[in-house]
């Protein structure tokens, strides 16, 4: 199983699960960087100090079949779960890749980023180990991502100016209301799901929009709260403002340096179905 470096796994969580990761880098004033070669904060700080966005560039085409050729010398064939297409370019290149191996490497677009792909990339993983065959696992990605939230709250609007998602004049007056909006990635794209003003409103407002999402799915869900840098006290209050929902607890996870560069200081959530 092998999974962009975007996926924000832990160390833990790759070394137990078996998954592979290709290094995806970022691009910021004039340097590259992997993903894993700044901290979060770090990342935070560069963006904020240059006013300049981070962009993240797949690898090239000799180190996807590298990475390709070296997972297929012990297996018989592999699945890449990859960053939406609609926000990078990593689907695009590990298809071309994968074209040249003769069908032994299945390249799964996440339609996520961040840790809603490493989720993905863990239940795939545990799936193989209980005897799923490529195809059924790639079905069933299929299946989870339909039923997949990833939501969460920006705490400041700068971040989604520098990264062109707003203009400068709605960054300024929604910064000095105090406005923090809600987004939603949803099939690849970024999508608002509303917006607050204040900490009690934002987890009010997180927390009404899972339990209805919740009231549209079918069994039990498990909801793991998550955090860019500066965003972990609110994701720590959102855990306990949705013991409500009576979801399997899925934690607190930190999220890494990419969605950081784009969102900055953000905590939200991710629900799928519980297993």
């Known amino acids: 199983m092998l999974a962009d470096s975007t996926c924000d796994l832990s160390p833990e969580q790759l070394r137990f699960s078996g998954i592979q ?28 100090a240059s006013g300049q966005p981070a962009v993240t560039h797949a690898p090239n085409h000799e180190e996807y079949l590298g ?3 070296r997972v297929l ?27 040249e191996l003769g069908g032994r490497v299945q390249v799964v677009d996440s339609r996520y980023a961040s840790y809603a792909l490493g989720a993905q990339a863990l239940r795939a993983a545990r799936w193989a180990d209980q005897g799923a065959d ?29 990264n062109g998602r707003i203009g400068p004049a709605a960054a300024f007056v929604g910064n000095l209301l105090g406005l923090n909006p809600l987004i939603e990635l949803r099939s690849g794209q970024m999508m608002s799901a509303g917006r607050a003003r204040g900490q009690k409103a934002v ?3 997180l927390s009404k929009y899972a339990l209805e999402q919740q009231q549209t799915r079918q069994g039990p869900v498990e909801v793991t709260c998550v955090y860019t840098a500066g965003g972990d006290q609110g994701a720590a209050l959102l855990r306990q403002e949705l013991t409500y929902l009576h979801a399997r607890d899925g934690g607190i996870h930190p999220l890494g340096a990419g ?16 297993e």
Do not use: C, K, W
């Open 259 to 274: 969605i950081t560069a784009n969102a900055g200081p953000a905590y939200g959530l991710l629900m799928m179905p519980a």
């Open 203 to 205: 987890l009010r407002e």
């Open 73 to 99: 010398e012990n297996a018989d064939s592999a699945i890449h779960i990859t960053t939406s297409r609609d926000l990078t370019g990593t689907y695009a290149a590990a298809v071309r890749a994968a074209g």
């Open 134 to 162: 490529v195809m059924q696992i790639v079905s069933r990605l299929g299946e989870l991502q339909s039923q997949m939230l990833f939501l969460f709250a920006v705490e400041r609007l700068e971040f989604l100016r520098i």
């Open 21 to 48: 990761t290709m290094p995806i880098r970022i691009h910021h004033g004039g340097q590259e960087f992997e993903n894993s070669e700044l901290t979060p904060q770090q990342m935070l700080d560069r963006v904020r």
């Open 67 to 69: 990475l390709y050729r």
